[in-house]
Each structure stands twice: as structure tokens, then as C-alpha cells.
């Protein structure tokens, strides 16, 4: 099992810059990939960035303004957003690629305009 705790969400003014973390229960090395998906109101889940072997991934919506990293010796990977627009404003959630599948409960990012 892995437990995935993410945290690093909050209110931020539309242009401002947020970063994310999910902190893995265990070693992140023996995942297939991890990622981040958003959910904002009414909407479904949408895959915002992944990263796979050192390869990473994002969404059209978020290329160029968003990075996905990982630290390895710390068992957790991050999001870094920048120029945050209104249309960011969603629950951010970590997901694992292990195993089936493992999802954080999910952090809430809130971009005012």
C-alpha cells in the first residue's frame, strides 16, 4: 500500500505562484509514474502533469506555467505553479502509479481573479 499526503494548496491571487507536494509513504523510485490530476466544481478529473522515468508530461492548459519534479531521497514529488489563472482553481490531487493505483485525498487550490 502507499499513502500519498499532499499539501500546498490555498488562496492566490490570478498571476501568483503556488507550490504543491505529495509526500509518498514510500520509496517514489519504484513507481511507474506519478502525477497530478485537478477537479474543479462540476467537472471531471483531468490529468495535469505526469512524470515517468524523468520524462514528464501536462495537460495543453498548463504547459509553459506548470513543472512537476520529484526528490527521490525525500519520497516526494511537487507541482510549481506559476502564473496562476481563475480557471486553475480545482482539488489537486497526487496519484501513483503502483500497484494498481493510489490517490491522495487531494488539496484545494483557490485562484482569485
Known amino acids: 500500500q502507499v499513502q500519498l499526503v499532499e499539501s500546498g494548496g490555498g488562496l492566490v491571487q490570478a498571476g501568483g505562484s503556488l507550490r504543491l507536494s505529495c509526500a509518498a509513504s514510500?520509496?517514489?523510485?519504484?513507481?511507474?509514474?506519478m502525477g497530478w490530476y485537478r477537479q474543479a466544481p462540476g467537472k471531471q478529473r483531468e490529468l495535469v502533469a505526469v512524470?515517468?522515468?524523468?520524462?514528464?508530461n501536462y495537460a495543453d492548459s498548463v504547459k509553459g506555467r506548470f513543472t512537476i519534479s520529484r526528490d527521490n531521497a525525500k519520497n516526494t514529488v511537487y507541482l510549481q505553479m506559476n502564473s496562476l489563472k481563475s480557471e486553475d482553481t480545482a482539488v489537486y490531487y497526487c496519484?501513483?502509479?503502483?500497484?494498481?493505483?493510489?490517490w491522495g485525498k487531494g488539496t484545494l487550490v483557490t485562484v482569485s481573479s
Open positions: 512524470i515517468r522515468s524523468g520524462i514528464t
Open positions: 496519484y501513483a502509479d503502483f500497484a494498481g493505483g493510489y
Open positions: 514510500r520509496s517514489i523510485s519504484s513507481m511507474n509514474a
